[in-house]
């Protein structure tokens, strides 16, 4: 019964999405207030009523409801807790609910906070929101219903794809949704922009949070799933430059390229169109990344969904909102005139050269993801594009950025000259080479990476402490600091933002550069070393898990005699899902991981074992961590906030950059 | 217990990434091998290297890697003989003939034309003063932030 009240309220809910389109738009079109403001009572019940239905999904999958068909399919009434939970959005008809809640939630924000938009442009917002709505709504009642019952319930489940079943990857999808749906929000502004003809300082204002928010979702979501790959797979990797990693990455670049270049739209009007074009784009990846997802089309590890129907109803999804919304662009671009006027070595040049590299590093994601299927369909050849491609392809572009940053970061708006910003930064140049060098000989004969990494990492920090301390203003440690602490949290936020960037990218160059790998045959109460440590096999074990048996292995390891930690790593195998899979035991470290596998017993009563040390590893997430608190911060500044103006307190504050 | 230690070594036997039997005495001709494979790709895996993939015929190619290395083919010679076999769809790192100098040169390419386009668009922009917001403007902005 719940599951059909929930399935009902999912159609009223559609019904309701249909209105919230075309209603507020005649409304807006026409001045009368009346269709106007029903926009906000019709996203508040679209939340209501897709909350309900996701609600009773959840409540289905909590209570092992075998009666659904999803539920025998993805679940198991052996299953832990956590994992039913999250098994509700581990599968494709729950995800794409998921997508859907937060869809509404979001439309339901523009709602409930918005900022004294004027009423057409919220009328607008509203109705293009709701207009992807619809499209999902239409997906998922009639390619996914969820609701769907079998006729023959089954005593149990089929069990939740046993790699899925990790706290990692469980909170993984909410918030790559969070992300792909927070970029509908940018998307539905600049559509509205477009219709309404206008895009001003203040849009720019609007639309900023909103894409802050998306980008530091995706942020979390990206390093969640890059940190599952880590310990989960089994040997330490934390990028593939799968097709599906590549279809979240691709919206965040474009995202961090659009949140940029909103803050050129708002302080200096100049880049409207290109704004307006980067919001297009952007959720126009996000449509595309939950079609190559959906799809299945460019198969990967992780598409769970592989069917051709929905792929191309997703498909005619992304041609109708992409290709609808860039005619529109065409047609009103011309009236987005740019009166904010800058010279070209200014703060805006930055900004563009900033949007440029991370446009066309994009673009490079995007022809290595789909050149497999254009190259097959064109030219008639099988090929691969793998990790190679893009570590040398898109590298270059990363490195390109992370040398401007420091450099543009301290340009003055409008007008600079590019001597007064590199004085200052001359001396961490220089401590950034010297850096390298010290590293190039203490590492002595391996690769350039490491100590690029080193450069890069350093510049990149200092540039953004440096950029802070320089706003301090003149004067002593004392005053500077004060009003340091006193500058906006914008500018916090963008200096965090950047130290996660130098953070990461020095991590990853490290990683990659300075790894080491042990393989070998181990019997029980074997001893060996393995750069500066030594492990000891001592017990291996098998063991009954809640829903799995394993094979476990004690391996204790010392330094120089002292005890550095006791790992036990796992083989699990899953007999409901038929599914073998590796838990490797993992010493956190500040300065490197310990990463240890157990493998296959040997025909002589041996283990294989697999030991890395892997330096710096956590270094890589931490400074994803920054990067999405300085959105944090960012989006807490006074000026983002909602009704921020409406409290009067003053304070000696330095205008934010 | 001992039933269990049955099913997990019957069941879960996946054959994993680089078993220690498979590698090569010599350090230099098995780093050798790491690199060719990490660069091949498993033809029965979805977008994974044979140098991690766990499948039966990702560990007979690592093999036939090391034969040929073993054999003093060089690295090209290895890749030659693989992509004979199995197509260039095993190469994780696409060539740079025919079609694929699209693939190669497209990005750096666009690169230059944004950062023309770029130029052009910042160049041009007149030199006239910038008056920011109009009056007008400057109090609708007030009126909507501050309530």
């Given amino acids: 019964m719940l599951n059909e009240l929930a399935h009902f309220a999912l159609i009223l809910a559609f019904a309701v999405a249909i209105a919230q389109t075309v209603i507020p738009l005649i409304g807006a079109h026409k001045g009368w207030r009346g269709w106007m403001a029903m926009a906000q009572p019709a996203a508040t019940s679209q939340f209501i009523l897709v909350g309900f239905s996701f609600a009773a999904l959840m409540w289905a999958f909590v209570t092992s409801d075998f009666s659904l068909q999803v539920v025998t399919v993805n679940s198991h009434s052996l299953k832990p807790m956590i994992y039913k939970i999250s098994g509700t959005w581990g599968n494709h008809e729950g995800s794409m609910l998921l997508w859907l809640l937060i869809l509404t939630l979001f439309g339901g924000c523009a709602a409930w906070f918005d900022g004294g938009l004027p009423e057409t442009l919220r009328a607008r917002v509203l109705a293009v929101q709701a207009s992807v709505s619809v499209a999902f709504y239409a997906f998922i009642l009639f390619t996914s219903n969820p609701f769907a019952r079998l006729e023959v319930p089954p005593f149990d489940g089929q069990d939740l794809n046993p790699l899925l079943q990790d706290p990692g990857l469980a909170f993984h999808p909410p918030f790559l949704y969070l992300g792909y749906v927070g970029l509908s929000m940018s998307f539905s502004f600049a559509v509205a922009a477009l219709i309404e003809g206008r895009v001003d300082a203040a849009w720019g204002r609007w639309v900023r949070p909103w894409t802050l928010a998306a980008w530091m979702f995706l942020t979390i979501g990206i390093a969640l799933g890059s940190w599952w790959a880590y310990y989960e797979l089994g040997w330490g990797g934390f990028w593939f430059w799968d097709p599906v990693e590549n279809a979240s990455f691709m919206p965040w670049l474009i995202a961090a390229a659009l949140l940029h270049s909103a803050i050129v739209v708002e302080k200096r009007e100049a880049l409207k169109s290109w704004t307006i074009l980067l919001a297009i784009l952007a959720f126009g990846f996000s449509l595309l990344g939950t079609f190559i997802v959906r799809s299945g089309l460019l198969t990967s590890v992780h598409a769970f969904a592989n069917d051709p129907e929905r792929g191309v109803f997703i498909l005619i999804i992304l041609a109708f909102f992409v290709g609808g919304s860039l005619t529109l662009y065409a047609a009103r671009a011309k009236v987005l005139a740019s009166n904010g006027v800058f010279g070209t070595v200014s703060r805006e040049s930055a900004l563009v050269l900033n949007n440029i590299l991370l446009a066309v590093s994009c673009f490079v994601v995007f022809i290595g993801t789909i050149w497999p299927l254009v190259a097959e369909m064109a030219f008639g050849r099988t090929l691969s594009v793998g990790p190679p491609f893009f570590d040398a392809a898109f590298s270059p572009f990363m490195v390109l950025l992370a040398l401007a940053l420091p450099l543009g970061s301290l340009l003055a708006w409008k007008r600079g000259t590019l001597t007064r910003a590199k004085k200052p930064l001359w001396g961490w140049a220089i401590l950034a080479v010297a850096l390298a060098g010290l590293t190039f000989a203490i590492q002595s004969g391996r690769s350039a990476l490491g100590p690029i990494g080193v450069a890069l990492g350093v510049w990149v920090v200092g540039g953004a402490l440096l950029d802070l301390w320089l706003r301090g203003g003149r004067g002593g440690w004392v005053d500077r600091l004060r009003r340091i602490r006193l500058l906006p949290r914008a500018d916090w936020g963008k200096a965090v933002a950047h130290i996660g960037v130098g953070v990461t990218t020095f991590a990853v160059a490290g990683i990659l550069a300075w790894q080491v790998e042990d393989i070998r045959v181990a019997d029980i109460g074997d001893s060996y070393d393995v750069d500066g440590y030594t492990f000891t096999l001592s017990d291996v074990r098998s063991l009954e898990g809640p829903n799995y048996v394993t094979t476990m292995a004690t391996i204790d390891v010392t330094k120089q005699g002292r005890d550095v930690t006791t790992l036990f790593p796992e083989k699990r195998f899953y007999p409901v899902a038929q599914m073998p899979t590796t838990e490797a035991a993992i010493r956190n470290g500040v300065l490197r991981d310990l990463y240890v596998v157990i493998g296959e017993p040997q025909g002589n009563g041996g283990w294989a074992v697999r030991v890395y040390i892997k330096p710096f590893a956590n270094w890589i997430w931490g400074g994803c961590i920054l990067m999405a608190l300085g959105a944090l911060i960012s989006l807490t500044d006074r000026r983002l906030r909602v009704g921020a103006g409406a409290t009067k307190t003053r304070r000696p504050t330095v205008p934010a950059e | ?147």
């Fill in chain 2, 1 to 147: 217990m001992r039933w269990l230690a049955l099913i997990v070594a019957l069941l879960a036997s996946p054959v994993w990434a680089v078993e220690p039997h498979e590698m090569l005495d010599d350090p230099a001709l098995e780093d050798r091998a790491r690199d060719l494979s990490a660069g091949l790709r498993c033809p029965v895996c979805q977008n994974e290297s044979i140098d991690e993939s766990s499948a039966q015929l990702a560990a007979e190619l690592r093999l036939v890697v090391r034969d040929r290395l073993t054999a003093g083919d060089t690295d090209q010679q290895v890749l030659d003989y693989l992509v004979a076999r199995y197509g260039e769809f095993v190469l994780l790192k696409p060539t740079t003939q025919g079609a694929n100098l699209i693939l190669w040169l497209a990005a750096p390419a666009l690169l230059l034309i944004a950062l023309g386009i770029g130029w052009q668009v910042i160049r041009r922009s007149p030199a006239r003063a910038d008056e920011g917001l109009t009056e007008a403007e400057k109090d609708a902005l007030d009126k909507i932030l501050r309530p």
